[in-house]
T-cell receptor, first 112, second 116 residues
């Protein structure tokens, strides 16, 4: 039973446009959410996080939105750049736990 | 500063053999994690160390898997009697201690294990 779901395996976006990556979760005990970016043959790189007490967190071109009632979060990248092309993983942490539960990832391709 | 390093980067072994995978965390990070990533999947949690002790080993799939961190820094993941299903990328991560746990984990490049 997957507790963190990224239903889009891939996404293509034109350079300069907005990229929106989505993530759904089922465990209401999750209280901290993170997005990681992964290039081939490298480990995941932390991008941005959000605590369950917030509904939005912004860092430069990256914004994460959290909708707790819908158990849904999204990552917005504006404007998208070719260097953003990578696999993006959504991850969640349960209250009182230190382990992260990851989705399967979404491969983003930004087309010049 | 230096990030998380893992050795070897690639390991090919025969079914039934024993392997050790090493992780050097970021200096000063007291928390260390092991994850396993199979093809087409996200990383899956294996074990978490706070200092020298395994605070959570609930993700270890069976008793063939064992990990140590004797001095609270370097960690070794040990797999006995390897099986083909153990083939995956093994990722190590570290983070500073945070009582709330609200701190991102920094990942190494991983060790790709192939069991033939």
């Amino acid at each position: 039973d997957q507790q963190v779901k990224q239903n889009s395996p891939s996404l293509s976006v034109q350079e300069g446009r907005i990229s929106i990556l989505n993530c759904d979760y089922t465990n209401s005990m999750f209280d901290y959410f993170l997005w990681y970016k992964k290039y081939p043959a490298e480990g995941p790189t932390f991008l941005i996080s959000i605590s369950s007490i917030k509904d939005k967190n912004e860092d430069g071109r990256f914004t994460v939105f959290l909708n707790k009632s819908a158990k849904h979060l999204s990552l917005h990248i504006v404007p998208s750049q070719p260097g953003d092309s990578a696999v993006y993983f959504c991850a969640a942490r349960g209250a009182g736990s230190y382990q992260l539960t990851f989705g399967k990832g979404t491969k983003l391709s930004v087309i010049p | 500063g230096a990030g998380v390093s893992q050795t070897p980067s690639n390991k090919v072994t025969e079914k039934g053999k024993y392997v050790e995978l090493r992780c050097d965390p970021i200096s000063g990070h007291t928390a260390l994690y092991w994850y396993r990533q199979s093809l087409g999947q996200g990383p899956e949690f294996l074990i978490y160390f706070q200092g020298t002790g395994a605070a959570d080993d609930s993700g270890l799939p069976n008793d063939r898997f064992f990990a140590v961190r004797p001095e609270g820094s370097v960690s070794t993941l040990k797999i006995q009697r390897t099986e083909r299903g153990d083939s995956a990328v093994y990722l190590c991560a570290s983070s500073p201690y945070s009582g709330t746990g609200l701190h991102e984990q920094y990942f190494g490049p991983g060790t790709r294990l192939t069991v033939t």
